[in-house]
């Protein structure tokens, strides 16, 4: 009964997200400040400007690989718009992920005569997966994420469903590759396919992990030589940030609502341990599809875990959460498969997954945008079109929605400069020359902020002292 209790809960959320899904994809507001400068750099890959080098303006640093990208370009060729386009492919990736987990509960639990409860166990980790509040968010965002995640367990599916066999180890491996084309930070998936592959059959690893290594090589030669180096500069050299602890607490605190689920993944990685070591039977035959699987999860959580500190970097956000919650999920259906027969644990585990569920909101995009914003933003958007000179601003959607470049992306820019790697000097001079039609915001504080620099903040103070919210989100600069 509780079983059937947590399917009900969860469609109605699921009912929620993809509501809210729609209603992202309709928006032409800014959900995410990050939106703006994927939807830039998007109109730049494939191009002679993609992954330049340089430190002049404009200045634009692209943060990943062009996967996501080139999948951007594919959608618009069913919607004009790239941001409607960049959030279409984040909501099928999205919807991926929770049939990468069903399937990966399948493959990782035995089937038996309860085959109908192992389906409905499998099927509420999918969607376990789907309502994860960091999955909830990015998976209706232009942003790289779910993309690299959904593939990244394509490869981890595939692997535990390969039997040792080259063939499938390579094409995991190769869905792994591509799930680092997308987010260079998503590795774990790859180096748990290839350490299970090397246990049970080194051979056939070798000869998979070097074709997939190959195809990873052969783009990454021709991006290097495109961009004349840019390739690797950009999304490594200047993709860097600092230690902030405050970031990390602020992402900690964002996802406290997946706190339940975490109780669960912790619980469910030492009492799935045991069923996941034994590689061999007692007539020395390798470990069955099961106890691969298993051993596939557990070592993606491992190594997804260690990857959790990188929320303590500055600009560190809950979306680094998705890949432990994820594959978490994952690991609380085959918990979940397995204890059902034990009445004494599975009351407690199926509470405190309702209660994960329960904990967010069935809406999080419920009458968004509201008629006034979107009213506003039109005015706001027609001002950009009509402006003579450039126009900065913080929210780089309203840029891109009336036709203006970014001229440089506020919050890499200031990173940048806090490290000593980008020389501000020629932006706070066409700051203090004028050269900006009027400057954005998306706060009015009179300080320096992870986006103005304290000279940047200084030189648009000085100038531009004509301050009005035109938005609830956004004050706009002028000059006297």
């Known amino acids: 009964m509780l079983l059937i209790g947590l399917l009900v809960i969860l469609a109605l959320h699921t009912g929620g997200e993809l509501m809210d899904s729609l209603a992202a994809i309709r928006s032409p507001l800014e959900i995410d400040y990050g ?10 890959i494939p191009g ?14 692209f943060h ?20 409607t386009a960049g959030r279409i492919v984040s909501c099928l990736s999205a919807a991926t992920i929770a049939i990468m987990v069903t399937g990966l509960v399948l493959a990782a639990t035995p089937t038996g005569s309860q085959r109908g409860l192992r389906l409905v166990c499998a099927v509420a980790a999918g969607l376990l997966a789907y309502n994860v509040h960091a999955l909830r968010i990015w998976g ?14 394509a490869g981890i599916l595939v692997a535990a469903r390969s039997n040792g066999k080259w063939r499938s180890t390579t094409v995991a491996l190769l869905l792994c590759v591509a799930a680092v084309y997308c987010k260079q930070t998503e590795l774990p998936a790859g180096l748990a396919v290839f ?37 690797l500069h950009n999304i490594i050299g200047d993709n860097i940030n600092r230690f902030d602890l405050a ?48 051993a596939l999860l557990l070592l993606h959580l491992a190594l997804s875990t260690l990857m959790l500190a990188t929320i303590f970097k500055s600009g560190g956000s809950f979306n680094y959460f998705l890949d432990w919650l994820v594959i978490g999920s994952a690991l609380a259906g085959v918990l979940l498969s397995d204890v059902m027969a034990k009445t004494h644990t599975a009351p407690i585990i199926i509470t405190t997954l309702c209660a994960a569920v329960l904990i967010s909101p069935v809406r999080f995009m419920l009458d968004y945008p509201s008629i006034e914003d979107r009213a506003r933003q039109e005015t706001l958007v027609l001002k950009i079109e009509a402006a003579a000179k450039p126009v900065a601003s913080e929210d780089m959607v309203v840029l891109m929605r009336a036709g203006k470049p970014v001229i440089y992306e506020p919050a890499i820019v200031t990173e940048l400069v806090a490290l000593g790697r980008w020389d501000e000097r020629p932006l706070v001079t066409m700051i203090a020359s004028g050269g900006f039609a009027f400057m954005l915001t998306e706060d009015d504080f009179p300080g320096a902020t992870t986006r103005r620099s304290p000279a940047v903040n200084q030189a648009m103070r000085e100038n531009y002292p004509v301050v009005e919210q035109v938005t609830p989100g956004l004050w706009m600069h002028r000059p006297r």
């Open 64 to 83: 990943y690989p062009p996967l996501y990208y080139l999948a951007t370009h594919i959608a618009a060729v069913f919607t004009p718009d790239l941001l």
């Open 195 to 231: 350490a299970i592959a090397i246990l049970r059959s080194p051979r056939s690893a070798v000869c998979a992990a070097s074709i997939a290594l190959l195809a990873g090589l052969i783009p990454l030669v021709g991006l290097q030589l495109a961009t004349h180096g840019g390739f």
């Open 35 to 44: 939106e703006g400068i994927v939807w830039q750099q998007a109109i730049l």
């Open 140 to 153: 209706m965002l232009m942003r790289v994420d779910t993309l690299a995640v959904a593939l990244a367990l």
């Open 48 to 61: 002679p400007a993609m992954y330049r080098s340089g430190s002049s303006l404009p200045f634009i640093v």
């Open 247 to 294: 970031s990390g607490m602020r992402a900690l605190v964002a996802e406290a609502p997946s706190l339940p689920l975490s109780l669960v993944i912790v619980f469910a990685g030492f009492y799935l341990l045991p069923s996941a070591v034994t590689w061999r039977d007692g007539a020395g035959n390798l470990a069955n599809h099961v106890t691969v699987a298993r």
